[in-house]
């Protein structure tokens, strides 16, 4: 099992940043993969960031692409989001998650974005952009 708890949510205004951070404890040398997704209210689960935990391989949503890094600390076990120019769309809960099982063949960090590819999911740490 591995545990995942996010911390960096808050308020900003509409142009702000914010860093979120996501600290993985447990048997984090199963982790294959680790993802941000976020939730707004009424809306669906969306993927935003992936990277591969190994090589640090990073895929983002086309609405999060030039806006938002990903980027990992193999040492700490944590992975983070920067977020910049954020926009009042932005605003959601946003969830860090962790895949554990293996790839599978053919697997790429490019298909990995839907909740059910991940396994071990955060509580989540909400995000608003104010206008």
């Known amino acids: 099992q591995v545990q995942l708890v996010e911390s960096g949510g808050g308020l900003v205004q509409t142009g702000g940043s914010l860093k979120l951070s996501c600290a993985a404890s447990g048997r984090t040398f199963s982790v294959y993969a680790m993802g941000w997704f976020r939730q707004a209210p009424g809306k669906e689960r969306e993927f935003v960031a992936n990277?591969?935990?190994?090589?640090?391989?990073?895929h983002y949503a086309d609405s999060t692409k030039g806006r938002f890094t990903i980027s990992r600390d193999n040492a700490k076990d944590t992975v983070y989001l920067q977020m910049n120019s954020l926009k009042p769309e932005d605003t959601a809960v946003y969830y860090c998650?962790?895949?554990?099982?293996?790839?599978?063949?053919?697997?790429?960090?490019?298909?990995?974005?839907?909740?059910?590819?991940?396994?071990?999911w955060g509580q989540g740490t909400q995000v608003t952009v104010s206008s």
């Open positions: 998650a962790a895949r554990i099982r293996g790839p599978g063949l053919g697997a790429t960090i490019a298909t990995m974005t839907t909740p059910l590819s991940f396994d071990s």
């Open positions: 990277i591969w935990w190994s090589s640090g391989s990073t």
